[in-house]
């Protein structure tokens, strides 16, 4: 079991930025890729960047790529999702999750633990 708590988000402005976190707990941290999704209201869920267990190769998708950057910890059992130049179309709730098999690190599906979201307001 992975259990998952995200935290950062709120109001932020067009342009600015914000920095989610997502503490894990549960089995050891290093042992599974890491995900960023995120779900605006009457859409559906949508990958946002990801990071394997060793840190390495990154994965964004193309709407954020050059503004945000995940990253993580493992001493610290977190993942960080750095967003710089906010658009206000990114308002969402933003969720972390984990991913412990060789499913793409794209597909929310290939993802079993989930945290509870965050919002993240961003205003005009």
């Known amino acids: 079991q992975v259990q998952l708590v995200e935290s950062g988000g709120g109001l932020g402005q067009a342009g600015g930025s914000l920095r989610l976190s997502c503490a894990a707990s549960g089995r050891p941290f290093s042992s599974y890729a890491m995900g960023w999704f995120r779900q605006a209201p009457g859409k559906e869920r949508e990958f946002v960047a990801a990071i394997p267990w060793s840190g390495g190769s990154t994965y964004y998708a193309d709407s954020v790529k050059g503004r945000f950057t995940i990253s993580r910890n493992n001493a610290k059992n977190t993942v960080y999702l750095q967003m710089n130049s906010l658009k206000p179309e990114e308002t969402a709730v933003y969720f972390c999750?984990?991913?412990?098999?060789?499913?793409?690190?794209?597909?929310?599906?290939?993802?079993?633990?989930w945290g509870q979201g965050t919002q993240v307001t961003v205003s005009s």
């Open positions: 999750a984990a991913k412990l098999t060789s499913a793409p690190m794209t597909s929310a599906a290939g993802y079993a633990y």
